[in-house]
């Protein structure tokens, strides 16, 4: 189904002020009502793990379509009848979620039409990355830009691309990922398939591996992790990392000088190629503040191309946590 050829453009829902959001991601899911505004009016929360399982995708369908029921609970306005989502790999033409190397589902994963079925809402999907870019871009530090690139620093590296007022998809949807751009030619395996990514770099996954291999090589610092734990509790990692990084550990300090070296990398070749006026980040690898930004913009200025003055400018996105990803999975139902 090409919801592309059905609608002719994102606009599609002229007299609505509310509508349904989903934000899947790779560890959480959020279920929201939200307006046309930008408001989140009310939102739930549950474990991607525990319902996004392998060959049994209605799972997750009937678990949104159960809390959809429950947002709407004490709800005095008209019922949404348009529900947005932003999935990792999600495929805005196809309606699909792809080959998403960090979530347990496998192949093509028929997502608009389960969420179609089960919740009885017209449904429109989207990368991730590409929904969080539209929420910046209506309510957050894109309002006004027409070239920006968004960019989401958790698991994994998402980031959605604005060129011209309009969001980069290419030729098949799959336009615009910069995770997957190869930064260490022959590196580390990607869940893609690829070798070297950015991904494997620069995400929070990427600093538990960091650290993994730095407590296997007994590195400077390594006692102070327990590395089964860092490799069976990813989420629970992240904060043990940046707290680490903060209190001066040396093995933690090298993960985030990598990270942000990596991404400043990208990010020069990437002004490079269409000189956007910002980049704004968000998600969990921010929570090491100027640890990870400084070598970040050091790396950034150093190699971005010297005709590019001034820099485009690295912010963060003023809206509270995935916000941007809701909002703008909202948005894909605007007109
Ligand atoms: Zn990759």
Not at 20 to 30: C, M, N, R
Not at 162 to 185: D, I, Q
Not at 236 to 257: E, Q
């Amino acid at each position: 189904m090409s919801l592309k050829s059905e609608n002719g453009s994102l606009g599609v829902v002229k007299n609505q002020d509310t509508f349904f959001a989903v934000d899947l991601g790779g560890t959480g899911t959020a279920v929201a009502l939200v307006s046309r505004d930008g408001k989140v009016l009310s939102q739930s929360r549950f474990a991607t793990r525990e319902f996004v399982l392998k060959d049994r995708p209605h799972v997750f369908g009937s678990e949104v379509a159960r809390q959809l029921g429950q947002l709407l609970q004490g709800f005095q306005g008209e019922p949404p009848t348009h529900l947005g989502i932003g999935a990792p790999d999600g495929n805005f033409f196809s309606g699909e979620v792809l080959y998403a190397p960090n979530l347990a589902w496998r192949g093509a994963v028929p997502l608009v039409k389960i969420l179609e079925d089960q919740t009885g809402l017209s449904v429109i999907l989207d990368n991730d990355a590409n929904a969080a870019a539209l929420g910046e871009g209506l309510f957050g530090a894109g309002r006004g830009l027409s070239d920006f690139v968004a960019v989401t620093l958790g698991t994994g590296v998402g980031s959605g691309i604005v060129s011209s007022g309009n969001v980069l998809r290419g030729a098949n949807g799959f336009g615009g990922e910069l995770g997957h751009l190869t930064v260490v030619p022959g590196g580390r395996v990607c869940g893609c398939g690829g070798l070297g990514c950015l991904e494997t770099y620069a995400s929070v996954t990427a600093l538990i591996r960091t650290v993994i291999n730095g407590v296997l090589n007994k590195s400077s610092g390594s006692g102070d992790f327990d590395a089964a734990l860092l490799e069976r509790d990813p989420e629970a990692a992240g904060p043990i990392l940046s707290a680490s990084a903060l209190a001066g550990n040396p093995l933690a300090l090298g993960a985030y000088r990598l990270a942000g070296e990596s991404l400043g990398n990208a990010f020069a070749q990437l002004t490079t190629l269409l000189a956007p006026e910002c980049f704004i980040l968000s998600g969990g690898m921010l929570a090491a503040g100027d640890l990870f930004l400084a070598p970040l913009r050091e790396r950034f200025a150093l190699n971005a191309a010297r005709f590019h003055k001034p820099l485009p400018r690295i912010v963060l996105s003023g809206l509270g946590s995935g916000d941007a990803a809701l909002l703008g999975a909202a948005s894909l139902c605007f007109s």
